[in-house]
């Protein structure tokens, strides 16, 4: 008999392609529920001992959804929108989306669901990306009694949008404006360990109705980041403070272009740290050694010409 499915949505993002590689190599038959199956081919190749499907799927769309988790065992929310464009709004893809993955996922009998949200989600928050993230969350603790949270601060790893793009513009520009006086406080986690936190939370029942923290084991200020990566690409720009008025107005200006560089909401992001509570669980308590920055720095950052 076929075991059951475990279908990821968002499978084909950073975070989500390397939770299905994971499930697939750990024999684990994975649904990989997307959009655009068609330009996620490259995931549809199985692992040793596990298999990938790919089925379109779109969270806004309910119907999708339901034919997308029916016969699961447990689904995975990895979508991330970072950027609204048209009609996919942080409202409509984390708060009503994450709504119908949930509701979804009850009906059709899987016994567990993780949801990837983020620190900090607050449906009384200034920023609508962390607005729509704490609001998801209450609206999928209301669908799935169960539903196990992960809140990763800002993920690194091989690849990635953060890391490299520091990288690129410490390398290229001679100057790199900081938000503010460059103070604020983040915690990143590694990529390797967000997935490996849903592998075990997947396959520890005492996990279920839970949120964790995943944070990596150290909390910089973001000028302490940009040095670190501007020192590993032995790039030359000058670090000089940027007040985030003039941040704001920048991205205002930017607003009516299609794919904006920089938006109001991610000033307003970078306006307030970015670390874990004090209280929460977090790594150590899924048995998970974080990896620095530091660490996994030289595996993280792309090629750049020099």
Known sequence: METKPVTVFGGSGFLGRQIVKHLAEAGHRV???????????SLARPGPNGRIELVRADVWNEATV??????????????????????????????QGALHVARQAKQAGAERLVHISGVGADPGSPSPYVRARGIGETLVKDAFDDVTILRPSVIFGPGDSFLNTLARMTQRSPIMPLFGTGNTRLQPVFVGNVVEACIRVLADPSTRGRVYELGGPRIYAYRELVRLVRDRVAGRALMVPCPFLAWDILAAAMAAHPNPPLTRDQVTLMKRDNIIDRQASTLDDLGICPVSVEEAMPTCIDALPS
């Open 31 to 41: 649904r990989v529920a997307v959009r655009h199956p068609d330009r996620a081919t």
């Open 66 to 95: 339901a034919r997308a988790v029916e016969g699961s065992a447990s689904v995975v929310n990895t979508v991330g929108h970072y950027v609204e464009k048209g009609g996919a709004t942080f409202d409509r893809v984390h708060g």
